[in-house]
Structure formats: C-alpha cells, structure tokens
C-alpha cells in the first residue's frame, strides 16, 4: 500500500503554494491521501482547501491542525463547536475525518487526532546568553519559566548583549515579545493539559478498534517525538517549541505495537525519524509539513 501525505496547506496565506501542494497530492500514484492538519485559519479557508481537495482521488484521510480551530472576536462560535463544525465539512465533503474514527483499508488501520501540547517539549536551557524573561512581578531566567508562563502563550524578554551594543538606549526600545497565536485565537472551556488529555482518551480508543490489525498507521498535526523538535538558539522559535506536540502523545503510540508508521505536521519542518521501542519492531515517523508544499510518499 502506498501512502501520500502533506501537512499544513494554509489555504488563505499563500493560496498559490498551497494549490500546488494540492495538485501534488492529486497526481501521484497513492492508494491513501492524507492531509495532517491546517487546511486554513477560518471557515473561509477551510472550505476552500476542501472544495480544492475534492480533485483528489479517495480515500483521502484528514486530521484538524491547531489553524482550523482557530476563531476570532467576531465569530459567534468557540473553537470546540468549531472543531466540530470542522469534522462535519469533512465528512460533507467525502473525506475520511480520522478525528472521529478509525479508517481500516483491507489489514491496515488508520487513527488520528489533531494532537495537542503540554509544553513537554520546552527548552529547558536559555536559547542565548544574557536572556532576561520581563514579568508584571519582575524579572525571571528562562529556566526559571513556569508552566503558567508557557499557557499565557506569550513573554516579553530582554537581552544582554543588547544592553553591551547600546547602553544608552532607552529601555522600553530593547524588549522583544515572542509568542504562540493560539492563544489569541483558540477560544473554549480548555486548559491545554485539558484537551489533550481528551485527545489521548479519544485516540486511545480507536487504537483499540483497530488493536487486531497487523499494521497501524497513526496521522496527528502535533507532533508526538522529541525528534521532531527544532531548535534555533532563538528566543522566538525556542519559547514556542512548548507548543509543538506531547510527549504523552508519542508514549501512547509506542504502547500499541501494531503502530508501524506515524505521520504528522505542525512545524512547516520536513523529516523522518526512527523511533525505537523497547521491545518489538520501531516505528517509522515522517514529518509531512516541509516547505516547499509537497507530499511525502510512504511505502
């Protein structure tokens, strides 16, 4: 069986980029499409990238992504109704929503779920010397930054070597803010431990439907393996490393040694990983959100 899958289309920011992933995905020779999450940021968006997938053959599988939970002031809806509203047009559109459930093609199963983050993937060591965290109650070290500080989703900083190149700057010139957008626009009755525990209770289950197949194939938009993370030595990008997936997420599929791929998203980073387990065999882990759009082809 032949798989292929992209990741993070973003219809409504680079509509050109994200045509040509889809015209991708459509010609070439697959059995199974799948798209990981982040189709657009609104339903706009969304429904374009559905109405543009629809050249496509079927199957083709589809997880949410963060973006497509996404709502602003103006919308009468939260995230949670529109996580559901997601799932319907999916479905109203022909498409598999492995949100749901599970998809089984002849001995091959697949699961998924948006995924979601605990901050288990921080970066424990400051991405910089001479970094300095601005709080309302004063001032922190990076590693001193709390579970508190990473669900506010955004911190105000400071850096020496700043202060070393101009030290008669005025203050207020030489604070930099760093932050995660998902926490202007996901919007419902969640802490993010929260919803990503009901993430892991709902994948859970379908990898116990699908608990006698001989191959599992697990598609979530964050990502479930430290592999994956990506380290700048940056500020901007380290900080939000905390939102990039679970390592909870990666325990549970290890659990089920039937799980012999994993595809995901979310960090527009490419890649493959082989992901050892304790006993049985590994699991072979592809990032399909590289740039440029294009579809990784799994055998």
């Not at 999450?37 to 496509?56: E, R, Y």
């Amino acid at each position: 069986m032949r798989v292929a899958a992209i990741s993070d289309l973003h219809f409504g920011q680079d509509a050109c980029a994200a045509q040509a992933g889809v015209d991708q995905l459509a010609r070439c020779d697959a059995d199974i499409r799948i798209v990981a999450g982040d189709l657009g940021s609104d339903k706009k968006s969304i429904l374009n990238a559905l109405h543009t997938l629809t050249q496509c053959p079927k199957p083709l599988l589809i997880v949410a992504g963060n973006h497509d939970l996404w709502v602003r002031e103006h919308d009468e809806d939260d995230s949670e109704q529109r996580f559901k509203w997601f799932v319907a047009k999916v479905k109203e559109f022909g498409f598999w929503a492995l949100d749901e459930e599970p998809f089984v093609s002849g001995d091959v199963g697949f699961v998924g779920s948006v995924g979601w983050y605990d901050y288990s993937f921080r970066r424990h060591d400051p991405p910089t010397d001479g970094i300095v965290i601005i709080t309302k109650d004063g001032e922190k070290r990076w590693e001193q930054l709390t579970e508190k500080d990473y669900s506010a989703k955004f911190i105000n900083y400071t850096l020496a070597s700043d202060l070393a190149a101009n030290p008669y700057a005025a203050p207020e010139t030489r604070i930099y803010q760093t932050g995660w957008n998902d926490g202007r626009f996901i919007r419902w009755r969640f802490s993010d431990k929260a919803f990503l525990r009901l993430c892991l209770k709902r994948l859970k289950r379908q990898l116990k439907r699908v608990r006698k197949l001989k191959t599992v194939v697990a598609v979530t938009h964050h990502i479930p393996f430290k592999e994956f993370v990506v380290t700048g030595d940056d500020p901007r990008w380290d900080f939000n490393n905390a939102f990039q997936g679970a390592e909870s997420l990666g325990a549970l599929l290890l659990r089920y040694r039937n799980v012999r791929y994993c595809i995901c998203g979310h960090t527009h980073r490419g890649g493959s990983a082989t992901i050892p387990r304790r006993k049985g065999s590994p699991i072979a882990a592809f990032n399909v959100s590289g740039r440029p759009l294009r579809p990784t082809i799994i055998d």
